[in-house]
């Protein structure tokens, strides 16, 4: 047996401070993993925007969980990097449906970051996940909900939200399964589909507390977003992410959870009751 040290056995997480990234990291290390947590802020830094970076930060390095960057194009090469560097395998997170999307800001940017790791020489799994059920407690979602009115440009076309546990346990299962899902790309989703109306009344009833849904035009949302603070560009960005979503043809759950993991995806109400139990949304 080997006693080389040196040997490439590090999983490098990009966006390790992030919703994906930390529990793709501590399902790792829980495993016995060697663990590069990366990102801005970490200790390993890591930005997408500065690639002078990047050689430390791939020293090592078996295989990445790969966080794209909100802009297109650095993927390509961080891809070549990576190939220069010895990694074997790319794991990327991905959006569900991300080839229906045609030229929108979303298509374009997960496009370019798929090509990128699809093109490669390297071993590659992508991960297409639907919106994540997270997004209520612990991103865009979560203020609205505390203040008692969540306003989005959604209707009656149903989403089937993703426990980000789901995504995480599939991201942690990939990378520890060399070969198994190589060039497979996983759409993830939910058990089932949900409209933000029926979500919403799930998360007032656990948390007992008022809060109701309202359907606004997208134009409307993308100048809350402004007025709160954001970039122009950002948030049309956002708001043009339920116009995708109104076609209705990201609408269905699928098998991806099962295929990863053997085992049904968790339900919404599930990821409810423990948001909720944990104060996710006390005032
Ligand atoms: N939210 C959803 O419902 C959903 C569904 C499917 C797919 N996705 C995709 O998931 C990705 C986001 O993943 P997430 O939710 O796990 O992360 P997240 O919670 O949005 O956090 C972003 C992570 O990326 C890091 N980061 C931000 N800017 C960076 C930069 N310029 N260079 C390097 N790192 C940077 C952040 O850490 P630092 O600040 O320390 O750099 C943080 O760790 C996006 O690509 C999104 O399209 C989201």
Redesign the pocket.
Known sequence: MSNDTTSNDTTLV????????RRVAARLRLRGTQVRAA????RTR????DPSGWDTALQGVDAVYV???PVPGPVHEFVARAEAAGVRRLVL???HGADTWGDSTFGLEMRSAEDAVRGSALEWTVLR????DQ?FDE?LFHAPLVAGELALPAGAVPEPFIDIEDVADAAAAVLAEPGRHAGRVYELTGPRALTFAEAVELISRASGLPMTYRQIPSAEYAATLVKEGWAEDDAHHVAEMFVLMERGVIAEATDGVATVLGRAPRTFEDYVVRAAAAGAWRR
């Open positions: 990009l966006g390790a401070t992030g919703k994906t990234g990102s801005r802020t970490s890591f930005d997408w925007s966080v794209p960057p997170l991905s959006g996940a639907s919106n994540f997004n991103d």
